[in-house]
């Protein structure tokens, strides 16, 4: 079954900084892959996602990149703020073939200076 | 407002005891998932249902129990053969079923401790 490796565990930067978070996942068959944003007593909400007939997606501030070849993907926030620091999942599953089912990296915590 | 609601968002069970928790949503969604959140081990998935009266066991069913005898409801039952009970519980529900996922909506979650 699939697997989702996420690093760093934990990241800590200056306001205005950028930051990266990068996941790797095991089956080539997977092609969705979101990112979930987690504030502190909440339950995870999503932020971005990818499919992978792309290669890049953006919104606003937050980026997300996939190399289907190397089967990493990265979330690339820039001029981090405040109400930025929460803890960050990636995932990933097949959309059509795993029931919905999806497989979630272990997490990143983002703390922003200000 | 729609959305999902977990019940109640803190429980403490004496060790034997089964405890129930509670998750309703009324977006109309056709699947609903369980997932358990322990620290440095990200989300993984206890049970999910793509449709009423049908459910399936995820990574860690051992020890839980579930139903879906209504759409909007997916109880969690978390019994006394589970060997490490305390965690995070996190109730979602998507659009899909028959296999297409989307955008899963989760709820505040629900913190149980054993004592």
């Known amino acids: 079954g699939e697997n989702v490796e996420q690093h760093p565990s934990t990241l800590s930067v200056q306001e205005g900084d950028s930051a990266v978070i990068k996941c790797t996942y095991s089956d080539s068959a997977s092609n969705y892959f979101p990112w979930y944003k987690q504030e502190l007593g909440k339950g995870p909400q999503l932020i971005i996602d990818?499919?992978?007939?792309?290669g890049e997606k953006k919104d606003q501030r937050i980026a997300v990149t996939l190399n289907k070849t190397a089967k990493h993907f990265s979330l690339h926030i820039t001029e981090t703020q405040p109400e930025d620091s929460a803890v960050y999942f990636c995932?990933?599953?097949?959309?059509?073939?795993?029931?919905?089912?999806?497989?979630f990296g272990q997490g990143t915590e983002l703390s922003v200076k200000p | 407002d729609g959305g999902i609601t977990q019940s109640p968002k803190y429980l403490f069970r004496k060790e034997g005891q089964n405890v129930t928790l509670s998750c309703e949503q009324n977006?109309?969604?056709?699947?609903m998932y369980w997932y358990r959140q322990d620290p440095g081990q990200g989300l993984r998935l206890i049970y999910y249902?793509?449709?009423?009266?049908?459910?399936q066991k995820g990574d860690i069913a051992e020890g839980y129990s579930v139903s879906r005898e209504k759409k909007e409801s997916f109880p969690l039952t978390v019994t006394s053969a589970q060997k490490n009970p305390t965690a995070f519980y996190l109730c979602?529900?998507?659009?899909?079923?028959?296999?297409?996922?989307?955008?899963?909506?989760f709820g505040e979650g629900s913190r149980l401790t054993v004592l």
């Open positions: 995932a990933a599953t097949h959309l059509y073939n795993q029931g919905g089912k999806l497989i």
């Open positions: 977006l109309n969604h056709d699947a």
């Open positions: 979602a529900s998507s659009i899909g079923a028959s296999g297409k996922a989307g955008e899963l909506f």
């Open positions: 249902s793509q449709i009423v009266n049908d459910f």
């Open positions: 990818i499919r992978s007939n792309v």
